[in-house]
């Protein structure tokens, strides 16, 4: 294993990062927060947990950020990869420990939610275009699977949690400015009235992009009321709507394209109007009572009403190609989820325990149709796609000793996917396909000394295919036409070991995870035509080792390190045996993230960071690769409070070095357009004017 030889060797940050890793013994008087993670479906202290978890804090998301993405706040975390970051009509592409690196777009492998409410669909397939980062609080992330508490979920979870209105109302207002013609205007009001505390953010997002073709216009709002129905129970109402009529898409370019030219958009994008507009509505409740000082439950119901339109880059003016290149659906999601928690004792050992189940269901009217050089032709496919999933779980973690932990859970799936196809020029392809799996998982959790945990655990996971990965050019679910068959669901089994702490008066925590993972039947991208991508199942194996350091230096001095080193090769390949042995491509050997960021007391701030990203194969056969990069940013701020109001301007610099770096690989990309350029050099900056109303 190489670790930290590119490091050393070849990048000009290794001399900040010596300065920084100097100062881990340094004198602090601000100690690290206690972390409190909620994701386990039962509350616990995340020193504590037998497994890899990390949270970002407020400050973390939006302190002077230009919030474009999660991945400005997650690259922290180590074991997450992101692609994607600049082209918004494919969404960003999410990977931990390598699971949704895959996705031609979207996320998958992962499971999404915000304030308890899932954002992965009854298929298993995520978005982020619904996420307001301007209103979230913290991200709570676990790392490794997490079937047995929340279904098909190969990689891992991120949950999102907005910000609550209750102390005293306030109004803000936010003003952002950056190159490529970037606008933000954020409009966020909260407080408390009696029992009832909310929070309202709207905001609407204006760019041209780095590249040509990747313009976006894209309006949200976000809101969150909270009512104390009684001392002992509560209802959290939420709301969030998207308008997005304008994502137009770049495509991949080739190497010598890039070369030539890398701010420009394929000319197939440009002729075919690539791009996707979507009109969306989200809405949920949550009921918590706590029915004595042990026992309570919690209950979740939710809808999502989603309008698609999206033009490919395949058309009746290309020739050689597929025409339908319009896609549209119009897509109901909704679901309900019931909880059981007991915090107490069992058999004179403490015990938190949990039980209950999640039931979604999703409805997609889904029609393709001629692209006439960006214009919608005539009806050529129309189906109604269904999925149905219904899962059962509990989980234990039983004090032995009260420094010894047994965590102990599983979780029982059946998800049923169906297609009604209403296009029977070419015979009735209507299916129907049902998965059923059982997911445990065991850890343990031993406190050596105060402050030092070390850990193992077992978990098993199961994943099945989306209705994009089943699709195949007759679209048919389960005949084998055309040379191409339908994938199974794939299952992984995976050990973990592991050490987390805070030491030197809690002002250094750390966090190291060792895992290995079996992955049978993975759902790999084989192939992609135009803009859709075609899968088969493949085994693979993954090792790999995770590291995590944060550490007050000085007083107002923090400095956050995260290491990922990640071994991923296929072992069974079906239609190109030949593959066997070859890393996984979309995904880096080795990444690094280090950050320091100083506040004083006047309210200024500074944060630099720097993330160092190793080579990666752009497809199955390794036979072309990226050069590996490293990209540094500044942000810098002042909060400032006179009166009732809080002013707070600030100034960002991404890629202040100049790198020249892909943001995106489209993995297996059909004429080797593998390639998005990343920009180089931008400016940002804002204003956040804040009155509290006394």
Known sequence: MRFFSPLITNHKYFGLLLLSLSGLTAQAAEQLEEVVITST????????????????????????????????????????????????????????????????????????????????????????????????DRIEVIRGPSSSLYGSASGGIISLFSEDGGGSPFLEANVGLGEYNQRKYQLKAGGSLGKLDYMLNGSHLLLDGYRDLSEVEHTMLNSKFGYALDDSSSLTVLFNLVDSPLANDPGGLTLAQVNADPVQAHSRNISSGAGESIDQRRFGLVYKKALTEEHSITLRNYYLWRDFQNFLPIGSHIPNVEHDGVVEFDRFFYGAGAQYNYDGALADFATRFTAGFDVDIQSDDRQRYINNAGVRGALSFDQLEEAEALGFYFRNELDLTGRLMLTAGGRYDIVDLSVADRTLSNGDQSSELSFEEFSPTVGLSFNVYPGLYLYGNYASSFETPTFTELANPTRSLNVNLGGFSNVAAQTADSFEIGAKGSVFEDRVYFDLAFYTMQVDDEITNISNQGSRGFFENADTSRDGFEATVVADLIDGLRWTGAYTYSDFEFDRFQTTPTFVGNELP?????????????????GVYIVWDALYVDDMFVNNANSEQTAEYAVANLRAGYRHTLGDFEISPYVGLNNMFDEDYFGNIRINAVGNRYYEAAPDMNVFGGLTIRHTFQ
Do not use: C
Not at 91 to 119: M, N, T, V
């Open 41 to 136: 479906r039962i509350e616990n202290y995340g020193l504590e947990l037998p497994a890899s978890v990390s949270l970002i804090s407020r400050d973390d998301i939006q302190l002077g950020r230009q919030s474009l993405g999660l991945d400005e706040s997650l690259g922290r975390v180590p074991g997450v990869f992101f692609q994607d970051r600049y082209n918004f009509a494919q969404d960003l592409r999410i990977a931990i420990r390598g699971f949704g690196s895959r996705a031609a777009f979207g996320i998958r492998g992962i499971k999404l939610f915000e304030d308890g409410i899932p954002l992965t669909l009854a298929d298993g397939q995520s978005g982020v275009d619904d996420i307001d980062l301007g209103s979230t």
């Open 586 to 602: 979309g995904l880096p050997d080795q990444q690094f993230y280090t950050e320091l960021s100083y506040t004083h007391p006047s």
